[in-house]
């Protein structure tokens, strides 16, 4: 051997390697979540209230109809009818952090929500920099769409950690390209809403029949651009009814005084607060109230390490 190719050995020799953290892949099956957009009327909410003992969250009060009352009755669904985005964030954290048995949440429909939390962006610049709410520049570069971006990504984020299947439906609109029309529709929300979804499903009606286009998918019983049958009936045989009827698993969050304890250790330390964001990111919240009550709990373990540590030195 070289001395070349001895010399990496040699600087091997006494130090303690880290532990690789890759794992061989497994399957994991997860909760059906779907991104569902259409026009209006087309029969998206009728299909969603369809799916196994659903939570409906009402942005537009459209479930108060009879006919869908009758529906919402025979599923033994709960209604929940708010335009407040804040009210649905809470209800969501509420679901995943208490027991219950519902198996199916439906958000119907998030446009209007994402729309609201717009208008109180636009008026709060308007009102901090003293401007009329029509005035260029409040929207210039998209500005007024940062906060409400980030609001969606924190719902959804706290969505895809619910062990429930997931609907959440937007209004169509009109795809442009090079200020051009396209001929196609589009979901009218949040422009990177489709990147956190496995499918994405459009429902267009053809004659009598209602079908849905898979626009986006990651899941092998759903084709990219395939035409299928826009019923529970066939959405739940290609993707296993037996997961989409599962009993939910509630998950226990932090309790105040873990979150108190976080708080106080992070003064002690003086960490950073782009440090403690990045460690609530992987905690998978977005405040330390959000986290499962175990990566609290090893979150302060950590904290009083470091503080051990310091008191060594």
């Given at each position: 051997m070289g001395e070349l190719s001895r010399r990496p050995l040699e600087l091997l020799k006494g130090i303690e390697m880290a532990q690789l953290r890759g794992k061989k892949p497994?399957?994991?099956?997860?909760?059906?979540?779907?991104?569902?957009f259409g026009e209006s009327g087309i029969g998206k909410t009728t299909t969603a209230i369809h799916f196994p003992r659903p939570y409906v969250i009402d942005?537009?009060?459209?479930?108060?109809?009879?006919?869908?009352?009758?529906?919402?009755?025979?599923?033994?669904?709960?209604?929940?009818?708010?335009?407040?985005?804040?009210e649905v964030y809470q209800e969501v954290l509420s679901?995943?952090?208490?027991?219950?048995?519902?198996?199916?949440?439906?958000?119907?429909?998030?446009?209007?929500?994402?729309?609201?939390?717009?208008?109180?962006?636009?008026?709060?610049?308007?009102?901090?920099?003293?401007?009329?709410?029509?005035?260029?520049?409040?929207?210039?570069?998209?500005?007024?769409?940062?906060?409400?971006?980030?609001?969606?990504?924190?719902?959804?984020?706290?969505?895809?950690?619910?062990?429930?299947?997931?609907?959440i439906t937007t209004h169509a609109k009109a795809e442009w390209r090079s200020g051009e029309p396209t001929g196609k529709n589009i979901f009218d929300c949040f422009s990177k809403l489709d990147y956190m979804f496995d499918?994405?499903?459009?429902?267009?009606?053809?004659?009598?029949?209602?079908?849905?286009?898979?626009?986006?998918?990651?899941?092998?019983?759903?084709?990219?651009?395939?035409?299928?049958?826009?019923?529970?009936?066939?959405?739940?045989?290609?993707?296993?009814?037996?997961?989409?009827e599962k009993n939910a698993e509630s998950r226990e969050l932090s309790t105040p005084e873990q979150v108190e304890e976080i708080n106080r250790l992070l003064t002690v330390l003086n960490i950073p607060a782009e440090d403690a964001e990045k460690?609530?990111?992987?905690?998978?919240?977005?405040?330390?109230?959000?986290?499962?009550?175990?990566?609290?709990?090893?979150?302060?373990g950590f904290l009083k390490g470091k503080i051990e540590k310091e008191a060594v030195k």
């Open positions: 497994e399957e994991i099956v997860k909760r059906f979540k779907c991104l569902l942005a537009e009060q459209g479930c108060q109809e009879k006919e869908y009352v009758d529906l919402l009755r025979e599923s033994d669904a709960r209604l929940l009818a708010t335009s407040d985005f804040d679901l995943l952090g208490t027991r219950h048995d519902f198996k199916t949440l439906v958000i119907d429909p998030l446009t209007p929500l994402y729309n609201d939390l717009i208008l109180k962006s636009i008026r709060k610049i308007a009102r901090t920099e003293r401007l009329e709410e029509d005035n260029a520049s409040i929207t210039a570069f998209g500005r007024h769409k940062q906060v409400p971006d980030r609001r969606i990504k924190e719902l959804i984020s706290l969505i895809l950690r619910l062990d429930m299947n997931v609907i499918l994405v499903l459009e429902v267009q009606k053809r004659g009598k029949d209602r079908v849905c286009i898979v626009k986006k998918t990651r899941l092998a019983g759903f084709p990219d651009g395939e035409a299928i049958p826009f019923s529970y009936a066939e959405i739940s045989k290609r993707y296993g009814k037996e997961w989409m460690w609530m990111d992987r905690a998978g919240a977005s405040s330390w109230g959000e986290a499962e009550k175990e990566k609290a709990e090893k979150m302060i």
